[in-house]
C-alpha cells in the first residue's frame, strides 16, 4: 500500500515569497491533516479535513497561510507571504476514520522549508 | 486543553542498555495514547499505541502501558541498539469530537557502541 505522499520535500525561498506544498493521502483515507514541525518541537496541528470540508483550523495563521482539499482527496497548503518563523517542516497525514481516538494516523516524510 | 509532557533529551545510552522514556498528559476523558519514532531525514511513524486503561502496546521490543491513575505513558525497550537512535514523540488523542494528534516535544535518543 503506497503511503502519504508530499512534495516537494525541500524548498529555499525568501522571506515575503510564496509557497506551496502538495499532499497525496493514502487511498481511502478520509480524515488529511497538515502539522508544522519546528526544529526542535513536537508536531503542531495546523488544519484538519474531513472529506472535502474543514473540521479544524484553529491553529492555522489564516493571514498568510491557507488550504485546500479538493474532491476530497489532494490537498495543498500554500503560505503567502512567508516569514523567517514559517521555517519548518511541514507534515502531511491522513487517517482512514474521523471521529474518536485510536485511530492510527499516517505520516509523509515532510517537505523542509527555508525561508531566509 | 489536552497536552503531553516528555522528558527533555538528548538522552545517551550504550547499546544493550534501558530505555526509559518518560510520558505524562492531562486530558479530559479517556484518550488514546501513542508513541512515534522520527528516524534522521524521515516522517513520523507509529511505534506503538494504547486506546484504553491498562493496555500495554507494544512493538520491535518496545512497550509502554496505559496508566490512567497516574496519567502516564512511559516508553521502555530492555536493550537498545544503534539502530534505535532516533527523536520518539508521545502523542494523544482525544475520546471525542474529531480524531487529532496532540504531540509532546519529543526526546532525542543516541544509542553509541
Known amino acids: 500500500e503506497a503511503g502519504v505522499a508530499q512534495s516537494p520535500r525541500y524548498k529555499i525561498i525568501e522571506k515575503r515569497q510564496s509557497v506551496a506544498f502538495w499532499c497525496n493521502p493514502i487511498s481511502g483515507h478520509a480524515t488529511l491533516y497538515w502539522y508544522q514541525q519546528i526544529l526542535g518541537q513536537g508536531p503542531k496541528l495546523l488544519i484538519q479535513f474531513q472529506n472535502n470540508g474543514v473540521v479544524d483550523d484553529s491553529q492555522l495563521p489564516k493571514d498568510r497561510f491557507s488550504a485546500e482539499r479538493l474532491k476530497g482527496v489532494d490537498s495543498t497548503l500554500k503560505i503567502q507571504p512567508a516569514k523567517l518563523e514559517d521555517s519548518a517542516v511541514y507534515l502531511c497525514?491522513?487517517?482512514?476514520?474521523?471521529?474518536?481516538?485510536?485511530?492510527?494516523?499516517?505520516f509523509g516524510e515532510g517537505s523542509w522549508l527555508t525561508v531566509v | 486543553g489536552n497536552s503531553v509532557t516528555q522528558m527533555e533529551g538528548p538522552v545517551t545510552l550504550s547499546e544493550e542498555a534501558f530505555l526509559t522514556i518518560n510520558c505524562t498528559y492531562t486530558?479530559?476523558?479517556?484518550?488514546?495514547l501513542f508513541w512515534y519514532v522520527q528516524y534522521p531525514g524521515e516522517g513520523l511513524q507509529l511505534l506503538l499505541k494504547a486506546t484504553k486503561a491498562d493496555d500495554k502496546g507494544s512493538n520491535k521490543g518496545f512497550e509502554a502501558t496505559y496508566r490512567k491513575e497516574t496519567t502516564s505513558f512511559h516508553l521502555e525497550k530492555g536493550s537498545v541498539q544503534v539502530s534505535d537512535s532516533a527523536v520518539y514523540f508521545c502523542a494523544l488523542s482525544g475520546s471525542g469530537g474529531y480524531n487529532k494528534l496532540i504531540f509532546g516535544a519529543g526526546t532525542r535518543l543516541a544509542v553509541h557502541p
Open positions: 497525514a491522513s487517517s482512514l476514520h474521523d471521529r474518536g481516538g485510536g485511530n492510527t494516523i499516517y
Open positions: 486530558a479530559t476523558g479517556y484518550p488514546s
